[in-house]
């Protein structure tokens, strides 16, 4: 939408030729489909380099640090208030009792294409300023559109798996504003015909973070339309007074996914953004997440009064009637904005409500780390776009043949995802773990589960014993032990690389370590230790030297006869968990790795004549 | 005579015409010269010492149309510096048939004017009637008279509603806008896409023909080029042997000139005398065809020069331009675009706005699909580009032959106290074929001759008038074989000067 000048990025100026000719030539022929993994997410095929986006890139950098200055100020401010004033924080909230909050959703999402949509010049992120841009890209004097067609595949795919209608016959329109981003003055968007119309998304419990769940069961929210259209060039300030424009990012082919307004809290709706998100890199359709600049939002909001008689004096967007007036809050470029500018914005509707005031229509902006939506610009400063079909690009005809080859090519579903790690026989998580390691980290997290999985199954793939249970212990080391440290830290898969602790798991499930050793280890490959875990194992000692029988009667024989009133408490008393605490004295008092808790556990038990430990 | 001696004859008559301001820049003259020398030397080289095709002929460039060794300024202060780094695919096809580019033509600015006066580098004038200059019509007035004077062999313009037959009618050339789809555009300067057309001046039918024929190739640079495929189904197998020509009853205004209305009857008698047969025909939608123009054209210009901001070509104002919560451009396109260009964005953008869309640009939408059912109603060959079942009208006529302007051309003086709206009744003959897509072509005709301005008799010059023949979608072929057959006839028809002789005082 109106430019996405806001975001801003230092970036080295070169002066790079306004056209490139090798643009003419990088772009990769495109398969209709790629072959995937079903339920692998794998990162943007069509990247033309070889090297692949660096990931701490500016963009990043300065969003993690808005996020922590935002972090800071929040905490600031609820210093600074005094307790009584903080409406609605624990419990219900009699305002919300009495106003229904309506929220709809505009997703812009970067294509994964190799070229432009108008031009065959090749899509860039972070490529050196102005050096993918092909003359219709900057509107010279004489040139013209040439629709890609390849940029449909994406955007199709996108389309269905959003379970929309793909249109026969869709065309592209001219939307007018000037704006120095905007090299035509104006956007080429589907405003009268869009290639996609009528679907749906459906949010389960695994789509919120863990309990906050504020619906009964799953949610369906319509999805108005989706329409293809032209990305902005990037401006990057530089204080205090120059603007440089960067040409790269100009008509890379964006789709835009507009919700129905059937959201009517502002978890659903970040909920709603984060699966729109989730489904779109699932099925390969777009470069970045979120938090990269790949995906932005705008959000509508109204509030109306429960118990008022509906329709009369409501207002009807896209068929839905009976609204209160509603405003736009533009270009929110994370999850997090989107909940916090909804909520912001829904009390600040109330509070002029119930104080006798009138909601405009109006566009209104949102920083993070702000408590109020700022006025943009009111109805009458609202810009007529003065929407025009363009008259140089023909109707897109799309084929029942190509929308049925690529629904049947389409990777499997996230919610089919989540049921494949609770149901399946190789995985058998919980389905809070499940969803959690969807969400996480882009979907990365999952790869790397998949990964950890796939090694454990071919070291294991004759073991009855201990194959079934792979998947869930994996989940918990990849969950649980590895998301621990990376608790503050950027999630990097090179970290501590799949193959090394899958060599920790099976050391472990081998009972070749202790579950001490096996933690440390992990510990020692995430602070950077560059020896493989073989190594560290062998050099220093580690392996489980396993006690003979005989060693194990002693060491436990002796420490019974230490503690004759703990014995007496578990024979006499029938304590019997305090059979562990014997346990941990056996670990403790032999050479480190050499107590196996579960055999010396056996070996108290014999001695104190009790009955053998239940099987896990 | 070789073609080095021509090129000399024509920079030697850009001297002496040099005061019609028919060019905006020329082409260097001794590489220009050089290059008709070598043309003539591979033309003794070759086996017949053949003289044909376009190699070593001069020929000018209406200047909204890229060329990468000239500015493209489209007579506008906005792009007074502007070199384009291309060749639009027309020039690169007339170079690579060895022609020679004379230089850039003089035009109304962003080809938005009927008369070529609102140019950024003076208006062009024509010949003289009495002490008056006359208008050289527009908007390719430039390429008009560069090609009537001798300047060049013949010219390219570009025909929006009009812009080539117009000065063609108004200046005594022939001026030929071919089927819309035809012919490039990449490289020529949007005014009004769905309408732009490049048409060819020359002072003979055979000589536009030759050009047509090495620009008639499909171009996938231009997303509306007419594909291979489509191309294959176009034009019928008629001959000019025994034609239907139809006359449109609705042409035959009150403001029609009455030395125009004896010029159409006296060219209908040629046809007549050749064998063809006259057929009235009604086209009931022309009445609003001027009115859907003046809607769409300038909705159309209003978009397509938003583009013009002076951020990454062109000119640029002086100083801050715009203030904070506006656009950085706001001062620098007041400056540079001329009153008609604005006045035509300031139509467009009105009847694009949510308030006016759907009575303006949406009515004349469908005036315009009416205007082309009108047309397919009375041609005998079905329109190619329309859906549906492609059978012989068998009432139908081949081509319609009508006047391409309702009048002789006025003096600039008189224009000068023109309305606008005044100007753009100008347009009302060439408008219709616009709006359909449709080949035309204006052919001069002489006036009778007790219509003649005795003082130009006396001087030898022939007057005429513009005779438009206008073909089903495709039928470019036809049009111009028809051309032909009429300006031989009418040159039967008068016994005075040779058509060799230089019209323009």
């Known amino acids: 939408m109106l430019a996405y000048h806001t975001r801003t990025a230092l970036a080295a100026i070169s002066r790079g030729p306004y056209i490139c000719r090798s643009c003419l030539r990088r772009g990769k022929s495109l398969p209709l489909a790629v072959a995937h993994n079903p339920i692998s997410i794998p990162n943007r095929t069509f990247q033309t380099d070889a090297e692949p986006p660096p990931n701490d890139n500016n963009d990043t950098t300065s969003f993690r640090k808005l996020l922590k200055d935002a972090a800071k100020k929040k905490r600031k401010a609820a210093r600074d208030v005094p307790p009584s004033s903080k409406r609605a924080q624990k419990g219900k909230d009699p305002r919300l009792e009495k106003w229904e909050l309506t929220v709809g959703i505009e997703v812009h999402a970067e294509l994964n294409t190799a070229r432009k949509l108008f031009s065959r010049a090749a899509t860039s992120s972070s490529d050196t300023p102005n050096t993918h841009v092909a003359l219709f890209d900057t509107a010279f004097p004489g040139s013209q559109p040439q629709f890609q067609r390849e940029t449909l595949i994406p955007a199709l795919r996108a389309a269905l798996a959003l379970n929309c209608d793909i249109q026969p016959k869709s065309s592209f329109d001219r939307k007018h504003y000037f704006y120095q981003d905007q090299p035509s003055g104006y956007q080429i968007t589907q405003y009268y015909e869009p290639f996609a119309r009528d679907g749906h998304v459906t949010l389960y419990p695994h789509d919120f973070p863990a309990g906050v769940s504020p619906e009964d069961g799953p949610v369906t929210i319509g999805i108005k339309q989706v329409q293809m259209e032209q990305d902005t060039a990037k401006t990057i300030h530089e204080p205090p007074s120059t603007h440089l424009l960067d040409f790269n990012r100009v008509s890379h082919p964006l789709i835009e996914i507009i919700t129905l307004p059937q959201i009517h809290n502002p978890t659903t709706a970040a909920a709603c953004v984060r699966k729109i998100q989730t489904i779109l890199k699932t099925v390969n359709a777009v470069t970045t997440g979120m938090e990269m600049g790949g995906l932005r939002a705008d959000v509508n909001v109204s509030v109306r009064e429960r118990s008022a008689p509906s329709t009369e004096h409501g207002h009807s967007y896209s068929g839905v009637t009976g609204l209160g007036q509603r405003t736009e809050i533009k270009n929110l470029a994370s999850i997090k904005a989107v909940e916090e500018a909804i909520v912001a914005e829904r009390d600040r509707q109330i509070d002029l409500l119930e104080s006798g005031g009138v909601v405009e229509g109006e566009t209104r902006g949102w920083t993070l780390g702000n408590t109020t939506t700022k006025r943009l610009r009111g109805k009458e400063g609202e810009i007529d776009y003065r929407y025009m079909p363009d008259p140089d690009i023909a109707p897109v005809i799309v084929g029942k043949d190509v929308v049925a080859h690529l629904r049947n090519t389409l990777p499997m579903s996230s919610d089919d995802c989540v049921n494949m790690l609770v149901d399946g026989q190789d995985y058998r998580l919980t389905s809070k773990d499940a969803s959690t390691l969807l969400i996480l980290d882009d979907g990365d997290r999952l790869d790397y589960y998949f990964d950890v999985v796939e090694s454990l199954k071919t070291i294991f793939s004759g073991n009855a014993e201990i194959l079934p249970r792979v998947g869930k212990v994996a989940g918990n080391w990849v969950l649980m032990e590895l998301g621990g440290l990376f608790r503050n830290e950027q999630w990097s898969e090179s970290r501590v690389p799949s193959k090394q602790l899958a060599s920790i798991i099976v050391h472990l499930l081998n009972k070749q370590i202790t579950g001490r050793t096996a933690k440390l280890l992990l510990a020692r490959k995430f602070e950077g230790d560059p020896s493989s875990v073989e190594q560290i194992i062998a050099n220093e000692d580690l392996m489980l030297r396993p006690l003979s029988r005989e060693e194990y009667m002693d060491l436990a024989q002796k420490l019974i006869e230490e503690k004759p009133d703990m014995v007496n408490d578990i024979v006499e008393k029938q304590q019997h968990q305090k059979v562990k605490w014997f346990v941990g004295r056996m670990m403790s008092k032999g050479a480190e790795g050499t107590v196996e808790p579960g055999t010396a556990e056996a070996v108290l038990r014999e001695l104190l004549q009790l009955p053998p430990m239940e099987q896990k | ?505």
């Not at chain 2, 037959?165 to 990449?186: H, Q």
């Open chain 2, 1 to 505: 005579m070789s073609l080095l001696k021509h090129a000399k004859e024509h920079l030697s008559n850009q001297s002496t015409f040099n005061f019609l301001n028919a060019f905006v820049s020329l082409a260097d003259r001794t590489s220009l010269l050089a290059r008709a020398q070598s043309a003539d030397e591979a033309q003794l080289a070759s086996p017949h010492g053949a003289r044909h095709g376009l190699a070593g002929k001069l020929i000018g460039i209406k200047d909204n149309i890229c060329t990468t060794d000239l500015p493209t300024t489209a007579a506008s202060s906005m792009l007074k510096n502007f070199m384009s780094p291309y060749d639009a695919t027309v020039v690169k096809q007339l170079r690579g048939a060895g022609a020679i580019v004379a230089g850039k033509t003089n035009m109304d600015e962003f080809g938005m004017g009927s008369h070529s006066t609102h140019s950024a580098f003076g208006s062009v004038q024509s010949s003289r009637r009495g002490g008056e200059i006359l208008s050289a019509g527009g908007s390719s007035g430039g390429s008009a008279v560069a090609v009537a004077s001798a300047q060049c062999w013949a010219a390219l313009g570009t025909d929006t509603g009009g812009s080539v037959r117009l000065p063609a009618a108004y200046t005594g050339v022939v001026g030929y806008k071919p089927s819309y789809g035809l012919l490039s555009r990449w490289g020529v300067i949007a005014y009004a896409n769905s309408l732009d057309t490049v048409g060819i001046m020359a002072r003979h039918v055979d000589g536009v023909k030759s050009i047509f024929e090495k620009l008639n190739v499909y171009d996938p640079q231009d997303p509306t080029s007419l594909p291979p495929s489509t191309r294959s189904h176009l034009g019928s197998s008629k001959t000019t042997t025994l034609l239907k020509i139809g006359i449109p009853l609705e042409y035959n205004i009150s403001s029609l000139h009455p030395t125009v209305r004896k010029a159409w009857i006296q060219s209908l008698r040629h046809l007549e005398e050749c064998g063809h047969t006259l057929h009235p025909v009604n086209l009931p939608s022309t009445q609003h065809a001027l009115s859907a123009y003046y809607v769409l054209a300038p909705a159309e210009a209003s978009s397509n020069l938003a583009k013009y901001d002076g951020v990454r070509y062109g000119s640029r104002a002086e100083g801050i331009d715009g203030t904070p919560s506006s656009v950085l451009f706001a001062k620098t396109r007041g400056q540079f675009l001329g009153p008609e260009v604005r006045r035509r964005i300031l139509l467009g953008a009105f009847s694009l706005s949510a308030q006016a869309i759907d009575n303006y640009f949406i009515q004349a939408q469908k005036v315009r699909r009416l205007v082309s059912n009108d047309f397919n109603q009375v041609f005998e060959a079905p329109n190619q580009l329309v859906a549906g079942p492609s059978t012989l009208n068998s009432d139908g006529v081949d081509v319609l032959l009508c006047p391409t302007a309702p009048t002789l051309p006025p003096s600039l003086a008189e224009i000068e106290n023109q309305e606008p709206l005044d100007a753009y009744m100008n347009d009302v003959f060439t408008v219709p074929a616009s709006l359909a897509g449709l080949p035309a072509i204006s052919v001069p005709v002489p006036i009778a001759k007790e219509d003649r301005n005795p003082e130009l008799l006396e001087q030898g010059i022939r007057e005429t008038a513009g005779m438009q023949i206008i073909g089903q979608f495709g039928d470019d072929n036809l049009v111009l074989d028809v051309a032909r057959q009429l300006a031989q006839a009418v040159d039967l028809g008068s016994v005075h000067d040779q058509s060799d002789s230089i019209t323009t005082a």
